[in-house]
């Protein structure tokens, strides 16, 4: 019976340290998004919407080159924007975008 108690005790122990790590985890992550948004708003209005456009450009899959042609945009500024956003985390690092080329 003290064998059970004490399995019962650990299962119980991880289960509650478990619930503690992910506990951490949300709240780092609402953190996270926080200073984002903190971050973005320090933006102008203007560079914003940039940001945006390019974002959901790369998202569905357009290229650099492609996204400089629809924004009427220099493909340097679209590259540069592309690299904010990476620093930002919204869009995956270089290594991460299967598909996607610049």
Do not use: W
Not at 22 to 41: D, K, V
Not at 45 to 59: I, K, T
């Amino acid at each position: 019976m003290s064998d059970e108690v004490s399995i019962n005790n650990c299962v119980a122990y991880i289960e509650a340290f478990n619930s503690l790590e992910r506990a951490i985890l949300i709240n780092s992550q609402i953190e996270a998004r926080q200073e984002l948004g903190e971050q973005l708003l320090q933006l102008r209005p203007s560079v914003r919407d940039l940001l945006a456009h390019v974002v959901r450009y790369r998202r569905i899959g357009l290229n650099n080159l492609e996204i400089s042609k629809l924004l009427e945009r220099p493909k340097s500024t679209v590259e540069k924007v592309v690299a904010a956003a990476r620093k930002l985390d919204l869009l995956p690092s270089a290594g991460q975008t299967a598909g996607v080329q610049s």
